[in-house]
């Protein structure tokens, strides 16, 4: 059985990934705005994996008997000065998640709740590799700075991004 307290954080954890979710298609919307089809893929897949992310706590919720409980998503940013403004803000909305998902893992450890503590494993692992992936494209966008050239190559290859896997 869940803790109460638990119970409420994993719950807000599932708004902040459907968030996180509007967040990433609001950014893809901005991207295909600028005619840069790449970033707009990139960030559609990205927003693929926050829905999966909050399914990953629906299912949990669900398995150990929790009562899942919505609230409203709150609505995203729709325009940003850059391309680099975009990735800047994209950073720091997953430094936001990392921080909330290890409060969740320190709650796991002081309630000795093992299960959770092996379900929020996969998300700590995730957090490393969505904060390296997002920041690996900002400071290229940093390095092409006001190059045309280099911002189009960019677009075409974040473009290669593939399916969401989770
Ligand atoms: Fe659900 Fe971007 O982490």
Do not use: C
């Not at 990433?24 to 994996?49: T, V």
């Not at 590799?129 to 045309?148: A, V």
């Amino acid at each position: 059985m869940l803790s109460k307290k638990m119970q409420q954080s994993l719950n807000e954890q599932i708004n902040v990934e459907l968030f996180s979710g509007y967040f990433y298609l609001s950014m893809s919307s901005y991207f295909l705005g600028l005619n840069l089809e790449g970033f707009a893929h990139w960030m559609r897949m990205q927003a693929q994996e926050e829905l999966g992310h909050a399914m990953k706590y629906y299912n949990y919720l669900n398995d150990r008997g929790a009562k899942v409980l919505f609230k409203p998503i709150e609505a995203p940013p729709s325009d940003w000065k850059s391309p680099l403004h975009a990735f800047e803000d994209a950073l720091k909305h997953e430094k936001r998640s990392t921080r909330l998902i290890n409060e969740q893992m320190d709650l796991a450890i002081s309630e000795g709740d093992h299960a959770t503590h092996f379900f929020l494993e996969w998300f700590v692992n995730e957090q490393v590799e969505e904060e390296s992936s997002t920041n690996g494209i900002l400071q290229k966008l940093r390095l092409i700075s006001d190059n045309t050239s280099g911002l189009l190559m960019l677009d075409h290859n974040v473009g290669q991004r593939a399916s969401a896997t989770s």
